[in-house]
Nanobody, 119 residues
Framework: QVRVVESGGGLVQAGGSLRLSCGSSARIVPRSAMAWFRQAPGKEREFVAGITWSGTSSPYADSVKGRFTISRDSAQNTVSLQMNSLKPEDTAVYLC????????????WGQGTQVTVSS
């Protein structure tokens, strides 16, 4: 069974930085389009950033543009989200998603990692 696992969340003050990482079993990251979503309490899940299997990033959510950067290291089977200039409104559970081109089922979610930004 394929598992997607996030790490790197935590508590940080406003203006600080965190780096999230997402990995998988069965080395599906090199064969997947990857994305980060987030969900704050009482709010819908929202797209944050995405990257294709070849390393092309998709447009970032307006709320994080210029502050967050998604990257992938296929050799390490990981995708990262560098988050700078964090704001209290970035507080959420961050979830990693994999859309695997050669897998069935093709779509996988991690359990999420909590990011809390204090003011």
């Amino acid at each position: 069974q394929v598992r997607v696992v996030e790490s790197g969340g935590g508590l940080v003050q406003a203006g600080g930085s965190l780096r999230l990482s997402c990995g998988s079993s069965a080395r599906i990251v090199p064969r997947s389009a990857m994305a980060w979503f987030r969900q704050a309490p009482g709010k819908e899940r929202e797209f944050v950033a995405g990257i294709t299997w070849s390393g092309t990033s998709s447009p970032y959510a307006d709320s994080v543009k210029g502050r967050f950067t998604i990257s992938r290291d296929s050799a390490q089977n990981t995708v990262s989200l560098q988050m700078n200039s964090l704001k209290p409104e970035d507080t959420a559970v961050y979830l990693c998603n994999a859309e695997c081109y050669t897998c069935y089922p093709s779509n996988y979610w991690g359990q999420g990692t909590q990011v809390t930004v204090s003011s």
